[in-house]
């Protein structure tokens, strides 16, 4: 029997996959399933139970959660990546790991063959299948559900045929939790004017007092929360609980998809809408004016290439290494208020705060020049302009 890895997520589309391909192709499956967060112990221990019934002659459930920091999600911090200003692309960078993590263990148990559930509708088909071909092109990729475009009747109608009796029915919302956000879909999402309505979200408001919290960076990674330092994955965490009692980090992302459609999902990131913010609010204080305009050209490309599918570039790390070197100074405090549906940024504290009032003060005083310095300056300044006005205005 050939060994198949499976990516397996104990959904209706995965777990067909374990049958059909376990009984009707005689693979030897092996599922697979990649935490990158929101996966306690007995949901991991409910999946293999299924993916066993189903048919697979193994199940491991990978824990990638500080590798999908440490590859990912630290950059996108770095860069402030907002896609379309909006998502923190909470999914689409889950996805390009979990396609890591299972092409290595593909290869350190020599199977021949890879599989996921994915549809020919959506983005993580070229995702999971770019990362496949680049890193083992020698390894098959088979798509069930692609390939045979089949239905969600049509799958579940061959499980039960098959004695699986599992209850498939469908949730009203499509909810996919990990450490850098929730994504929300349903009916609403396919409309382009209807909102989600409250209950839709995973996460309900239960604080109203508003509360001030200290999130501290070192060297632009969040080390510490009012003062307690604990590793960047621990601290965005313990900010998610906190800031989701809140009902923090809603909104709807529309984007374009990598197969060129538009797409419409709802999301909550309250950890990462306010880690970015408060990240890029000490960036201002910190960096230069031109530090910040590239890396917001740089940062939004990272972004585009990540969702695009295309982490494996060479361009990529060069793109990291650009990043990382930015920050070196970005260490501080950042003093974020926490308030229903929102947040504010207070202010920060830093030794590298470039706002130095011993050289002046904006709009009021200045210190390190004279008035003749400044009437020099401008005038110099201005040539350019005034070369292009007068030759201009002679030829109008």
């Not at 549809?119 to 798509?143: S, Y």
């Not at 965005?236 to 980090?249: H, P, Q, R, T, V």
């Amino acid at each position: 029997m050939k060994k198949l890895v499976l990516a397996y997520s104990g959904g209706l589309d995965t777990s067909y996959c374990a049958r059909y391909l376990s009984k009707e192709k005689g693979f030897e499956v092996h599922a697979v399933s990649v935490n990158t967060g929101g996966f306690s112990k007995e949901e991991i221990a409910v999946i293999e139970e299924k993916a066993l019934q189903l048919g697979a002659s193994s199940y491991v459930s990978l824990d990638a959660v500080q590798t999908f920091y440490e590859s990912v999600v630290k950059y996108l911090i770095f860069g402030n990546v907002l896609r379309n200003n909006t998502y923190p692309l909470s999914v689409s960078a889950e996805r390009i790991v979990q396609a890591l993590e299972i092409v290595k263990y593909a290869k350190k148990i020599g199977a021949s063959a890879i599989a996921h559930g994915s549809t020919g509708a959506g983005n993580d088909q070229v995702r999971f299948d770019m990362i496949f071909q680049i890193i083992a092109p020698e390894i098959e990729i088979i798509t069930p559900i692609r390939d045979q475009k089949l239905s969600r009747e049509t799958e579940i109608a061959y499980l039960k045929e098959n004695g699986i009796a599992y209850s498939w029915e469908k949730a009203k919302y499509s909810i996919n939790q990990g450490l850098w956000g929730t994504s929300v879909g349903g009916d609403e999402t396919l409309t382009s004017n209807l909102p989600l309505p409250e209950s839709a979200y995973p996460s309900q408001l239960e604080r109203k007092e508003p509360v001030q919290l200290t999130l501290q960076f070192k060297n632009g990674e969040f080390v510490a929360l009012d003062g307690v330092e604990d590793s960047p994955v621990n601290n965005i965490e313990k900010l998610n609980s906190l800031a989701a009692s809140y009902a923090i980090g809603r909104d709807i992302h529309v984007g374009d998809t990598i197969i060129g459609i538009k797409g419409r999902v709802g999301f909550e990131a309250a950890a990462p809408l306010i880690i970015i913010k408060a990240h890029h609010l000490l960036e201002k204080h910190t960096l230069s004016k031109w530090q910040q305009y590239q890396k917001e050209q740089l940062g939004n490309f990272y972004g585009m290439l990540l969702h695009e599918g295309n982490y494996l570039d060479e361009v990529m790390r060069n793109i990291e290494a650009f990043l990382e070197d930015t920050q070196k100074h970005v260490s501080g405090e950042v003093f974020v208020t926490l308030y229903p549906y929102r947040f504010q940024l207070d202010g920060i504290q830093s030794e590298h705060d470039l706002m130095n009032a011993s050289f002046g003060s904006y709009g009021e005083m200045n210190k390190g020049w004279s008035a003749d310095d400044a009437k020099g300056f401008i005038k110099i300044l201005s040539n350019q302009g005034k070369i292009a006005n007068h030759v201009n205005q002679s030829h109008d």
